[in-house]
């Protein structure tokens, strides 16, 4: 029973049917059907109750009056007219499948036909009274009128061409409306998704704005609320470049003077820790318009040789960590069609945050590997790593490890390093390997669509 339960979940959920396509489409669909079968029903049971019995007594009446017909126009002829009308009686009525048990008498009380009445018991017998051309009265006796079952007659319908097309009817019409709702939805999903990864305001169909119904309204808010975002999000990151800038200016001048003291006194130690506060303020302005320019350029993808870019920012961490080996194997036919400023910045902070957290001796080693339609590059390194818990929070801009407000980062080197990644429409993943320290994946589409 559990597997069967766990069988049963896992076909609903590989066949999407938490999907609110599916969702209202069974709801639909199986509202109409019990409507149509409980219509049926009630169709049916009145038909069987009054209906038919109405339908049955006409038949006999007129069947009956057909006979009495044929043998008072039979009186005069020939002999044997009881065998003439029993076998004209059977032409006419039975090729029809109408031929219903009956008794006729005359006004003598003697029988001038019978069919398959002999086994009818009195208690299940009508009586009726037909006036023949003549002028005489016949009595008619017939068996009471079977009410065929309720279910028989329903499945009988549910056989029939007319339901089969209701069927496939119902579930074209549950379609189109579980489409006619999810599809404006998905748009306004796909609009959010693009704007998030994207950072510009994508227009929305006309189409969905004028709706006039409830899903219109909520495509305009989300429209504003977006628009609201973006203008200011746009002037954040305005302002935050416009200050850096600014504060290039004074910083500069904080540090010839400085300089220039240091030229008189250069052994004075305020001199020195003024010289390290401003090359910590100079590469925080730095990454600050780092991040910035990823979020407001929007150059063309070109041709980007990730060996290249990878030797590039080991050469530079030679310099930067002597101490630090790194060990590379590259794979040569790993190429794509990116940024590659952006991406340079990214393994840049990557790979630098590896040798920086090393101890001296610490291998780092990075891999790159070409892949169908992506190509893979791993940056490993044997420091203290990361606790799974913080590994989100790692990319957010501006958090460092356990919270810390005063260590060698500003918490901005990963963030600008997921941004460059999502410009190439890649991933970024961490983990912590079974013997400690931290693992960078990252992978990038060749192609950025």
Same mark, same amino acid.
């Given at each position: 029973m559990q597997k069967f339960s766990a069988l049963l979940a896992s076909a609903y959920q590989k066949l999407g049917f938490k999907r609110l396509f599916w969702r209202i489409f069974i709801c639909?669909?199986?509202?109409?059907?019990?409507?149509?079968?409980?219509?049926?029903?009630?169709?049916?049971?009145?038909?069987?109750? *009054?209906d038919y019995t109405k339908?049955?007594?006409?038949?006999v009446l007129t069947q009956a009056e057909r006979i009495v017909w044929r043998y008072e126009q039979s009186v005069t002829s020939?002999?044997?007219?009881?065998? &003439?009308?029993?076998?004209?009686?059977?032409?006419? *009525?039975?090729?029809?499948?109408?031929?219903?048990?009956?008794?006729i008498k005359d006004e003598t009380n003697q029988g001038i036909y019978?069919?398959?009445?002999?086994?009818? &018991?009195?208690?299940?017998?009508? *009586?009726?009274?037909?006036?023949?051309?003549? %002028?005489?009265f016949y009595q008619v006796f017939s068996k009471k009128p079977q009410a065929p079952r309720i279910y028989t007659q329903l499945m009988y319908r549910f056989q029939s061409l007319q339901f089969v097309f209701i069927f496939f009817a119902s579930a074209l019409v549950s #379609?189109?409306?579980?489409?006619?709702?999810?599809?404006?939805?998905?748009?306004?999903?796909?609009?959010?998704?693009?704007?998030?990864?994207?950072?510009?305001?994508?227009?929305?169909?006309?189409?969905?704005?004028?709706?006039?119904d409830e899903l219109s309204d909520l495509a305009s808010d989300i429209e504003f609320m977006v628009n609201k975002t973006h203008a200011a #999000?746009?002037?954040?990151?305005?302002?935050?470049?416009?200050?850096?800038? *600014?504060?290039?200016?004074?910083? #500069?001048?904080l540090q010839v003077s400085a300089a220039l003291i240091e030229q008189k006194t250069p052994d004075n130690r305020h001199v020195k820790q003024i010289h390290s506060d401003c090359l910590r303020i100079d590469q925080l302005i730095q990454q600050i318009l780092d991040y910035s320019k990823l979020e407001q350029s929007n150059p063309s993808p070109e041709p980007c040789d990730i060996d290249a870019l990878c030797n590039q920012v080991i050469d530079n961490m030679a310099v930067t960590y002597p101490a630090v080996?790194?060990?590379?194997?590259?794979?040569?036919?790993?190429?794509?069609?990116?940024?590659?400023?952006?991406?340079?910045?990214?393994?840049?902070?990557?790979?630098?945050?590896?040798? &920086?957290?090393s101890s001296s001796g610490d291998l780092v080693q990075i891999t790159t590997l070409d892949r169908p339609t992506s190509v893979l590059i791993t940056v490993r390194d044997h420091g203290p790593g990361v606790d799974e818990q913080e590994m989100s &929070?790692?990319?957010?801009?501006?958090?460092?490890? %356990?919270?810390?407000?005063?260590?060698?980062?500003?918490?901005?080197?990963?963030s600008i390093a997921l941004k460059a990644i999502h410009k190439h429409k890649g991933e970024l993943r961490m983990s912590t390997p079974d013997d400690g320290g931290l693992s960078v994946e990252l992978i990038l589409p060749k192609v950025v669509i």
């Open positions: 639909f669909w199986l509202s109409s059907l019990l409507v149509m079968i409980a219509t049926g029903f009630v169709i049916i049971s009145k038909y069987s109750s *009054e339908r049955y007594n006409n038949d020939a002999t044997n007219r009881s065998i &003439k009308l029993k076998n004209w009686i059977t032409k006419r *009525e039975n090729r029809r499948g109408h031929l219903l048990p009956m008794l019978q069919y398959r009445f002999n086994k009818v &018991k009195p208690n299940e017998r009508l *009586e009726y009274s037909v006036l023949g051309p003549s %002028g005489r #379609a189109l409306l579980s489409w006619s709702i999810t599809r404006p939805l998905n748009a306004l999903g796909s609009f959010s998704r693009r704007y998030a990864n994207e950072q510009e305001v994508p227009p929305l169909p006309r189409t969905l704005l004028t709706r006039g #999000a746009s002037a954040q990151q305005q302002l935050l470049h416009d200050v850096s800038h *600014e504060l290039r200016a004074p910083l #500069a001048r080996p790194v060990e590379y194997r590259p794979d040569s036919k790993a190429q794509i069609m990116g940024f590659a400023e952006a991406l340079l910045q990214a393994l840049d902070n990557i790979i630098g945050n590896a040798c &920086k957290y &929070k790692l990319l957010q801009p501006f958090y460092r490890a %356990g919270n810390k407000m005063h260590t060698n980062g500003f918490g901005l080197g990963l």
